[in-house]
């Protein structure tokens, strides 16, 4: 892979996560893995630097202008060390739950910003002679799906490490690195400027293209277990729909237990369900992998606020998805391409199948109105305020109480196959999602080598009891799994069986005795 341009501008996306950055709410995504075996820092140092060439923005920082005047730009680390991205901790115990602490610790911590915006930790000592590996990449650098990219890169899909990684090999010389003058950051804010007018009326122009295109079309609606009868009601128009939900995207969600302004730390905990039993439920109900996993998430939250005695009465949950707005050549293409797209659920649904129903419904009905290409074009608007403005409101609107949403629940779909790191089989690999603002809580979901592995993000003072969140999830699980058991058939009742005595033998003429005479029966009245 060539050498990125130096002084590269950050995308408006991109860059919106460093400004809502705050202490106490770190915006990187990560992922907390598991290996078999001991991986051996003195062997991972080598393979990472090896693999640097396939990720050049890992030696890249972050440049503010002066004044915040433009966009920040990538410039190459004149001091880069591969010892500041690399790490190691060894647990005291091994287990599972000071496992999770530890992540939790590292999780909560802000990554420095005068070296690349990335770093590795490998955690030495679980239990059944496993190595736990920590990855964490900022929010700037990376969405989800490009996290899965990266992790394509690093790893091999061979037991067999290459040749070519087992030793180090010296990295290609880094260019001269200047920072941007004053009057070169006033013209690329200009250009910048300009340009998110222009792709916010690009964006305009093909949403209103697209409704207009597809306007009426009944499909669009249907989601994959909804049946239309030939002498169905007309379904209503694009505008009619965007206009009836765009109120109630707009109106505050009511609050949970756990929206509550985040001040850190964090806490993070998993767990993980079979991905066959998804698609079990999927196929039995006609749905896709992840209404199944909203459903799911939705039922843990609903059993959450019943253990806090929130009245469910009338009540919905707003959870914000990601979507991703990558081509399938930009797979591999860093930054952020998503949109997102703001779901509400009812909480008091009398049971899972009209629960996972709604859910089914309500996601094709988002989708048939692009309300994320809307909630995209929304966010070209608010790339045109000046950076500068952004970069001083952004941390402060991260701690005002908005609640525009209850919780972020994000998918993102991994290798289908096993990945190894220097021979050793990644048996695990839990991901996390960054909260913020009034969600003290999110969730993230990546599915591995037939597994899908949860993870739960949680202040430690919005939501002080998150690991109740892996029974919960679990217990909702196997409450939505007995759709996909097939309806036991009701036995049929044999006949009962009359035992019949053996026929007396037929009399002879020497036993033949003639018959005493019957008595009058008298009926009384």
Not at 389 to 404: E, F, R, V, Y
Request: hydrophobic share 45%; glycine share 6%.
């Amino acid at each position: 892979m060539p050498e990125l341009e130096n002084n590269e501008a950050l995308s408006f996306g991109d860059a919106l996560f460093l400004y809502l950055e705050r202490q106490g709410m770190p915006l990187h995504i990560a992922s907390v893995s598991v290996f078999e075996g001991e991986v051996e820092v003195e062997a991972f140092a080598p393979f990472i630097e090896s693999k640097l060439p396939l990720v050049p923005r890992y030696r890249q920082r972050v440049v503010t202008p002066p004044l915040n005047l433009g966009l920040p730009v990538w410039s190459y680390d004149p001091h880069f060390d591969l010892r500041n991205h690399i790490h190691q901790v060894t647990l005291k115990k091994g287990s599972s739950a000071e496992f999770k602490a530890m992540a939790g610790l590292i999780l909560s911590e802000t990554m420095d910003r005068q070296r690349p915006l990335w770093d590795l930790t490998l955690v030495r000592g679980l239990q059944g002679n496993r190595t736990g590996l920590i990855t964490r990449i900022h929010h700037c650098l990376a969405d989800g799906l490009a996290g899965i990219g990266l992790m394509n890169a690093l790893m091999d899909a061979s037991p067999v490490p290459p040749r070519s990684s087992r030793r180090s090999r010296p990295l290609p010389a880094l260019p001269i690195s200047e920072p941007p003058s004053l009057l070169d950051s006033l013209i690329r804010s200009s250009f910048s400027a300009v340009q998110q007018v222009l792709a916010a009326h690009s964006e305009l122009l093909t949403f209103a293209q697209r409704l207009v295109t597809t306007n009426g079309k009944q499909d669009e609606y249907a989601g994959a277990g909804s049946t239309l009868s030939p002498d169905a009601q007309p379904v209503p128009s694009f505008m009619d729909e965007l206009s009836r939900l765009l109120p109630e995207v707009a109106a505050p969600a009511r609050r949970l237990p756990f929206n509550v302004i985040c001040r850190g730390p964090q806490k993070f905990h998993w767990t993980e369900i079979p991905l066959a039993e998804i698609k079990a439920v999927k196929q039995a109900c006609g749905t896709t992998v992840n209404d199944v996993a909203l459903a799911t998430m939705t039922l843990a939250v609903r059993r959450y606020a019943e253990l806090h005695g929130v009245p469910l009465q009338g009540r919905t949950l707003r959870i914000v998805v990601p979507v991703s707005v990558r081509g399938k050549e930009g797979v591999e293409e860093l930054g952020n391409r998503i949109t997102f797209l703001p779901v509400s659920i009812p909480l008091d649904l009398p049971g899972p199948k009209p629960l996972i129903a709604a859910v089914s419904e309500t996601m094709a009905l988002l989708k048939g109105a692009h309300l994320a290409e809307f909630v995209g074009f929304a966010g070209s608007l608010l790339g045109a305020i000046p950076t500068a403005l952004q970069a001083l409101l952004g941390p402060i609107t991260s701690q005002l109480p908005l609640s525009l949403c209850n919780l972020i629940f994000t998918n993102v779909r991994g290798p289908e196959t096993p990945l190894y790191l220097l021979g050793h089989k990644m048996v695990a690999c839990y991901p996390y999602v960054p909260i913020g603002g009034e969600m003290g809580m999110n969730c993230a979901v990546l599915t591995y080598d037939g597994t899908a592995y949860f993870g739960f993000t949680g202040d430690v003072h919005a939501v002080p009891d998150l690991k109740c969140f892996e029974k919960l999830l679990v217990q909702s699980f196997a409450e939505l799994r007995k759709l996909a058991l097939p309806v036991p058939r009701k036995k049929r009742r044999s006949p009962k069986k009359v035992a019949v005595e053996p026929a007396s033998p037929a009399p002879t003429a020497e036993s033949a005795v003639p018959p005493k005479p019957v008595a009058n029966v008298v009926a009384v009245a």
